[in-house]
Nanobody, 121 residues
Framework: QVRLVESGGVLVQAGGSLTLSCEVS????????MGWYRRAPGKERERVAA????????DYGDFVKGRFTISRDNGKKTVLLRMNSLKPEVKAVYFC??????????????WGRGMQMTVSS
């Protein structure tokens, strides 16, 4: 069964940088947009970033403000989220997700287990 496996998070100092990685294991998700979402304490899940299959279109949450970069390597079946200038308010559980089609505006239906990330001040 195809799974999305997140790694690279946990704890980082404020102002630092971090790269989250998502690997597709157990199969393929060909021609699917991929994305990162997060759920902060007491808040609804929200999109952080999403990228089309070919990487030609990217969508970021408004709060990102140029500090994060999503990328993908289809040959390695990975999606990365580079996060810079981290602030304590980015503390959340981060999820990798796959959409129903190659477009970032498609519905995201397959989810990783999530990974807690905390930024220390």
């Amino acid at each position: 069964q195809v799974r999305l496996v997140e790694s690279g998070g946990v704890l980082v100092q404020a102002g630092g940088s971090l790269t989250l990685s998502c690997e597709v294991s157990g199969g393929d998700l060909v021609d699917r947009a991929m994305g990162w979402y997060r759920r902060a304490p007491g808040k609804e899940r929200e999109r952080v970033a999403a990228i089309t299959w070919f990487g030609d279109e990217i969508d970021y949450g408004d709060f990102v403000k140029g500090r994060f970069t999503i990328s993908r390597d289809n040959g390695k079946k990975t999606v990365l989220l580079r996060m810079n200038s981290l602030k304590p308010e980015v503390k959340a559980v981060y999820f990798c997700a796959a959409a129903t089609s190659r477009h970032y505006y498609a519905e995201f239906v397959r989810w990783g287990r999530g990974m807690q990330m905390t930024v220390s001040s």
